[in-house]
Antibody, heavy 123, light 113 residues
């Protein structure tokens, strides 16, 4: 079973950069059957897809966040990371990493999720 | 973007009774080339990450009790819990993966009456 651990700074000031990393416990990170994604959930609200990356470094981003988000992956460490620049209070949320299933060559749904990392942006 | 709209926002059902959650997409998520609906359902309990219940609208994940069922096609989908149990109290989300950006419904909170 895939288990994912997330880590990164939990309290940021406006204009700072959010950085989170997710570790994958098995060897699925190098498989072409999966991509690796990030989803966030503001307090008391629904889910917003941020983006996803595969083992080769190909990425898909939510256009609404694309200008501020960079995803990266290090298969040797079995880790993938999220950086979001110029954060504001609107970026306060729980950030989840997740494995994305790729049945037909395109990343689709999320079958395993990390436990979530709470990020608060406040001056 | 494809907008996913769930109804109701919340519902309270007696133990053992049926709970039905609806999800409507702003455009069809049915892909004619492979005859599949690009829709997933998730369950999120308080303080936990979402858990995948169904993909392709009606394909149940391993370990999901068979009292849960997914149905629908095109733009209208339904998640049904045939006999609500206490452990089913959660927020349920639909998600389309037909196009980028992937989008979720706003969630439906299911409680015990």
């Amino acid at each position: 079973q895939v288990q994912q651990e997330q880590w990164g700074a939990g309290l940021l000031k406006p204009s700072e950069t959010l950085s989170l990393t997710c570790g994958v416990s098995d060897d699925s990170m190098t498989s072409s059957s999966y991509w690796w994604g990030w989803i966030r959930q503001p307090p008391g609200q629904g889910l917003e897809w941020i983006g996803e990356i595969n083992h080769s470094g190909s990425t898909n981003y939510n256009p609404s966040l694309r200008s501020r988000v960079t995803l990266s992956a290090d298969t040797s460490k079995k880790q993938f990371s999220l950086k979001m620049t110029s954060v504001t209070a609107a970026d306060t949320a729980v950030y989840y990493c997740a494995r994305v299933v790729v049945p037909f060559g395109e990343a689709h749904y999320f079958d395993y999720w990390g436990q979530g990392a709470r990020v608060t942006v406040s001056s | 973007d494809i907008v996913m709209t769930q109804s109701p926002d919340s519902l309270a059902v007696s133990l053992g009774e049926r709970a039905t959650v609806h999800c409507k997409s702003s455009q069809s998520v049915f892909y004619t080339s492979n005859n599949k609906n690009y829709l997933a359902w998730y369950q999120q309990k308080p303080g936990q990450p979402p858990k995948l219940l169904f993909h392709w609208a009606s394909t149940r994940e391993s370990g999901v009790p068979d009292r849960f069922s997914g149905s629908g096609s095109g733009t209208d989908f339904t998640l049904t819990i045939s006999s609500l149990q206490a452990e089913d109290v959660a927020v349920y989300y639909c998600q389309q993966y037909y196009s980028t950006p992937k989008t979720f419904g706003q969630g439906t909170k299911v409680e015990i009456k």
